[in-house]
Each structure stands twice: as C-alpha cells, then as structure tokens.
C-alpha cells in the first residue's frame, strides 16, 4: 500500500505544450515539507509523471529547495517540473517572476518569468555549461542501432554524443523528422544499453524542413517507469551544447525550438538559448516555454 499524501495539495500542470493534449504532466506539492521520501514517491506513482516536491531552503543563497521523483527513483534535477513548480508559486502569489535561486540535488539554478500574468507568460530556469562526449566503440554504436531499430541509412553523418548539463542524454541525429516520428524502439534492452553507455535516456533529434533553429526529438528514458517523455527540458539544454559541438547552431544568444512529444499525440515545445556573458563566454544555458494547470 502507498504511503498516505492526501493531507498534501498535489496540483497537476503540463509545462511546454504546443497544441491540444500537448506537454509533459507534471504532479507539483507546492508546500512539500514533512513529506517523507516513500511518500514522494508515491506521488510519482501514482500519476506515473516526474513530479516536483518544494521545500524550505535549506542551503545559504537559495530561495527554496527541490527534489524530484520517477515512479522508479529519485531525480537530481528536473527541467519541466521545476518550470511547472515555478509557474504554480506565480499564479498563487507566493512568487513575484524576478529571478528565484533553487537549490537541487545538481547543484542550485535560477528562474525567471517573461510576461508574467499574460497569455505569453513564460518560465525559464538556468543550466550550467555542458559537457559534450563522443562514443566511439563501434559494439557500443550497434547496440544502440540495434535499440532504436535504426538503419545507417536514417542516421545524419554526425558523431553520437552524451551530453549533459545535469543528467546525461545520448544525442543521435536522423535524416528526417519522418524517421524519427517512425522510430519504435526494442524498449526491453534500454535500461541495459544506457547502463553500458553511461546514460540517463536516447534522444535522438532531428532538424526541421520548416523552421529555422528548429528542431524534432523523442525521449527514451533509461528507468523511469514509462517507454517516452513528451518534453523533456533537461534533454533539450542537453542537445542544445550538442548541436554546438556539431556546427549545427552558432554560438549565439538566440532562441533554438526544440520539438517533442509529436509521435505521442502530445505536442509541445521548449525554448532554449545560450547564456553568453559581456565577453562573449558562454555560461550556460535557459530552458524554458510556457505551462498550463491539468484539468
């Protein structure tokens, strides 16, 4: 039997949708202190969804404290629950949209909201540089066609990257949106392949024939409890160094589109854009889109 939460306002949000159905379900306990970990967890198992818990801080410097929960485990960082999360403290008042430091188990990040009380209001939180890596071993490569059921001649001429700003994400470029929309993956070998690979999750992309700085990607978690991710912000910071690190998009301050959840009949949509300082430098990146209470 599950841990008891009903003495907990548990409120449901989708963070980046683009269209009807659209976005990543995300469970939010906005006032989250006393929840013990097995009650988290169930939260996340009951509505099968990475869910946000907010607390006090606990750490000089932070504004408030999150963690996160599968239905399998414990998260360090999640991108589309810490916007939703933000989103709710806004439209309940307990939040004014200036910028926020929120402590995580990866480290503290920042938010910030555009057009606050609007139809375009819009959440984004801040990650770290990333770390972008090759893999090279040619068994390692095959295993990972193999999973994805992919052939060469669907794969872009393009290095297969880990990449990471908090969570690693494996980065696998295809030919054409209608490959990837095609893609139905040997989901009984993934938790073994991430594991070889050193991988949180696939996210094979590709780029749009439509819009410029525009690109389509899956989410094929490692252990989640659930086969895909409808959006996946973290991925998408992920992707954003990787497209980088392929000559893909400058290194510049404008937006990239990240597309997902389109093969799930749930559409949605994440901004993402380098942090580039007075110099020039890049910081980081912002994550971020817009959010909308369940019904």
Known sequence: MNPNTDSFDIRLVRVFPAGAGGGNPAPIALSA???SEAQMRAVAQRYGHESG??????????DLHMRY????????????ATVGALWLL???????????????????????ASGA????EAIAITQPAGRVE?????????????VLRVDAADLLPLPVLNAATSRVKTLIGLRSVAALDALRP???GMRDLCEAIGSTGLYPFAASAREERTFHTRQ????SGYPEDAATGIAAAALLFGLRACELVAADGDTVNVRQGEAMGAPSLIRVRFDIDSAGAIQGCLVGGNVAEDA
Do not use: N
């Open 33 to 35: 202190d006393g929840m």
């Open 53 to 62: 818990f907010v607390f006090k801080a606990t750490r000089p410097g932070a």
């Open 69 to 80: 929960f599968v239905p399998e485990h414990e998260m360090e960082m999640c991108g589309h």
């Open 90 to 112: 806004r439209k309940s008042g307990r939040w004014d949209g200036k910028r926020i430091a929120i402590e995580t188990a990866s480290g503290q990040v920042y938010g910030q």
């Open 117 to 120: 009380g609007t139809q375009e």
């Open 134 to 146: 090759a893999i090279t071993d040619k068994v390692l490569l095959a295993r990972i066609a193999q």
């Open 186 to 188: 040997d989901f009984s």
């Open 220 to 223: 094929f978690p490692k252990s």
